[in-house]
């Protein structure tokens, strides 16, 4: 049984999805949902499962090792990001290195990188007249979206999208996605 640790910074469908999903399977389960956010819905809807929560400031996060340290005793061997909105620490970089996951709302390496993340992606997306959109799942690195893709899927950018309904198609396959793409890698941990 492997343990998972979610990094979130905002409302945690995904974290809860892959909360529910692992509940049912002997392969891995969430130990610890965390947050740069102290008042982040993520928190609430993983104590509903009964899962440690705690949330943590800038300079607990990049100058102290207590992130590192509770995730150490919590026995963590991997560490998922989702709608995680700051770069990874170096000290957790270099313990969890190949261990770190973070999906993302767009085919990479396109629409990534500082200030991309959830809606903002989708404008520029839509804006670019893109006709094809999806999710990317990849290792995560000292540089924003920039790390080695595991996984892609993709779904169609329609002429009268907005905001909202690709976001939502986009979440479809995140959700139907990432819970699975997280079990073959813990499988072949
Ligand atoms: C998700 O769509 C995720 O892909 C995205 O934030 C959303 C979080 O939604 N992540 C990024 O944009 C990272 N650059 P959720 O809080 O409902 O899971």
Not at 36 to 58: Q, Y
Not at 87 to 100: E, H, K, Q, S, W
Not at 112 to 128: L, S, T
Request: hydrophobic share 40%; charged share 25%.
């Amino acid at each position: 049984m492997k343990n998972i640790a979610i990094f979130a910074s905002g409302t945690g469908t995904n974290a809860e999805n892959i909360i529910k999903y692992f509940s049912t399977k002997n392969s891995a389960r969430v130990i610890l949902v965390l947050s740069n956010k102290s008042h982040a819905p993520v928190l609430e809807r993983a104590a509903k499962f009964n899962i440690e929560t705690g949330f943590f400031d800038r300079h607990q996060f990049y100058d102290t090792e207590e992130v590192v340290n509770l995730l150490l005793k919590k026995k963590t061997d991997l560490i998922v990001l989702a709608g995680f909105l700051w770069l990874v620490p170096d000290n957790i970089l270099t313990l969890f290195r190949g261990r770190i996951l973070n999906i993302h709302p767009a085919l990479l390496p396109s629409y990534g990188g500082k200030g991309m993340y959830g809606d903002r992606v989708h404008k520029a997306v839509i804006a670019a007249g893109e006709e094809e959109s999806g999710i990317t799942v990849h290792y995560v690195n000292e540089v924003y979206d920039s790390g080695d893709i595991i996984f892609q899927a993709r779904c169609k950018v329609y002429p009268d999208d907005d905001i909202h309904s690709l976001a939502e198609r986009v979440h479809s396959l995140e959700y139907e996605h990432y819970p699975a793409v997280i079990e073959r890698f813990v499988g072949e941990m």
